[in-house]
């Protein structure tokens, strides 16, 4: 099988695209948590909404205890708890991989210095 | 034999340790935490010794998984989270021998307990945020406070998107450990099943046990793969503040 030189640089390209040398276009394809049985994506959403709940009542109840209000502290917390755990299992179904906060990502193509994050 | 479907899970000490008072013993748990440590260490490095350009079969399997996690680091966190193999990949497989090896029978599988999915979800989590941290400074906490919001909604937004945050780990603990005790209670209560039965009865709950160690060896290797790719996407949260 003969390569010509053309066929040798698309190769040294793109190795060196995957090693990041060149910027390449970044592959935004968000990682496949949503495949697997419809139980596994059920159990997901549960332990969301459990675990949010769990950390929630945990704090507030840490709250009431330092400044002893209970229990309204902790139960404002298991609201705040509930809306946090459906933000949560909303965001890993909508396929956006839990992340924290509304914004967008900055740059989809890093080739103009616009990360801010160095 | 106790046919208690959740005795397996008690922790029993080997060698009885006290180091000021507290229990440090060296039960069954930390005997197959070594075990899987010695075992995943030897896949990587004793399969890779022959170094042959077309791998053997254990060459294969060892390549497979560094590549795989490879890949699924530079996907998640670009050329610049290459750093953070290491870390991921160790994740991946004591979660995967901690999985695996508690299939065989009368091993335990120390990913079943919520203090040991706990640690390592924690060890992620205080990592992930200290990385975010050290790399942003106080700018970490911007990824809290979300763009474009009036002002009166913004303290509720907050407080939700904290809660959210540090739910993650805790999140992140209870599926495998949730996964893990659920299988191994349903294959006790299928083998207890076939001992009630008798002997040809109890034929049909065995079979459905051949099913469910099938179903459970998938759902190790699934929840290992779901743990390591969390772990990618909390680390990647805390480089890029999105």
């Known amino acids: 099988m003969t390569q010509t030189p053309e066929d040798l640089g698309q190769k040294i390209k793109a190795a060196r695209e995957r090693a990041g040398e060149i910027p390449g276009p970044v592959s935004d394809t968000p990682p496949a948590d949503n495949q697997g049985s419809a139980m596994g994506q059920g159990m997901r959403v549960a332990t969301d909404l459990a675990a949010a709940l769990a950390v929630s009542g945990f704090l507030g109840y840490m709250a009431d205890k330092w400044l002893g209000t209970k229990p309204w502290i902790m139960l404002a917390m298991i609201i705040v708890g509930f809306a946090a755990g459906i933000l949560n299992a909303y965001r890993a179904q909508m396929g956006k991989d839990f992340q924290v906060g509304f914004k967008k990502p900055d740059n989809d193509k890093n080739d103009n210095g616009n990360e801010g994050n160095k | ?242």
Not at chain 2, 1 to 20: D, G, T
Not at chain 2, 87 to 114: C, D, E, K, Q, R
Not at chain 2, 143 to 158: E, Q, S
Request: charged letters at 10%; a neutral charge; one cysteine or more.
């Open chain 2, 1 to 242: 034999m106790s046919s208690n479907p959740l005795e397996q899970f008690v922790i029993k000490p080997i060698v009885p340790l006290q180091l000021a008072g507290y229990d440090v013993s060296f039960t069954q748990s930390a005997l197959f935490m070594v075990v899987a440590i010695v075992a995943a260490t030897a896949l990587m490095t004793l399969s890779v010794r022959p170094k042959a350009m077309v791998p053997g079969r254990w060459q294969n399997v060892s390549e497979m998984f560094y590549e795989f996690i490879s890949g699924m680091v530079s996907d998640n966190l670009g050329h610049e989270g290459k750093k953070y193999f290491p870390f991921v990949f160790s994740i991946f497989m004591i979660v995967l021998m901690g999985n695996l090896i508690g299939l065989i029978p009368y091993a335990f599988t120390f990913t079943s307990h919520i203090i040991v999915t706990f640690a390592l979800a924690a060890t992620v989590f205080v990592l992930a945020t200290l990385v975010g941290i050290f790399r942003h400074g106080l700018h970490f906490f911007s990824l809290f406070l979300p763009a474009g919001l009036p002002w009166y909604l913004m303290p509720l937004i907050v407080v939700i998107e904290l809660v959210s945050y540090m739910s993650r780990p805790v999140s992140l603990s209870v599926r495998l450990f949730a996964n893990m005790m659920a299988g191994h209670t349903m294959l006790k209560v299928f083998a207890g099943f076939s001992v009630m039965l008798g002997v040809y009865l109890g034929v049909l709950p065995m079979l459905l046990n051949v099913a469910l160690l099938g179903l459970e060896t998938m759902i190790a290797f699934i929840q290992a793969y779901v743990f390591a790719v969390l772990t990618c996407v909390y680390l990647k949260d805390a480089i890029e503040l999105h």
